[in-house]
C-alpha cells in the first residue's frame, strides 16, 4: 500500500480507498464516455437512442443534420461502446447499447436536465 505524505485519515480509510479505487483502464473508460457525450449534437443523438431505435435518416431529420454528419457521430458513439447497431436488409437501425454504464448515465443525464432545466 502507498503512504501518503500527510495523514488526514486513519490507516483503514486510507487502505479502503486504495482497495476500491478503480482500475485505470476502468477510468480510462469511463472518460472517453464522457468526452464523447461532452459534445452537444452527440449527447442529444446518446438521448435519443436511449428512448428509441432509429435508422440514420430519422435520426437526421430528428436533428436538422445531414446524414453523414449523422453517421460520423454514430460512429464515435458506437467505436465508444455507447450504442449498438441492428441490421434489418439493407437498413441500419441504432440504439443506446444495453450496458450498466450506457443506463447509468442515461440515468444520469436525465437527472442533471431536470436540475439545470432551462425555458426555451
Known sequence: M???PHNHHSHEEEQFIFENMPAECTIAAVA???KQLGD???LRIFWLLCHTEE???DIA???NMSSPAVS???RVLKNTGLVTTRRDGK???YTAADTPMVNKLHHTIEEIAEINCCDQ
Request: glycine content about 0%; hydrophobic content about 50%.
Open 91 to 93: 437498413e441500419v437501425y
Open 2 to 4: 502507498t503512504t501518503l
Open 61 to 63: 431529420a430528428f436533428m
Open 55 to 57: 435508422c440514420v435518416v
Open 40 to 42: 452537444p449534437t452527440r
Open 72 to 74: 460520423h457521430h454514430l
Open 32 to 34: 472517453e464516455a464522457m
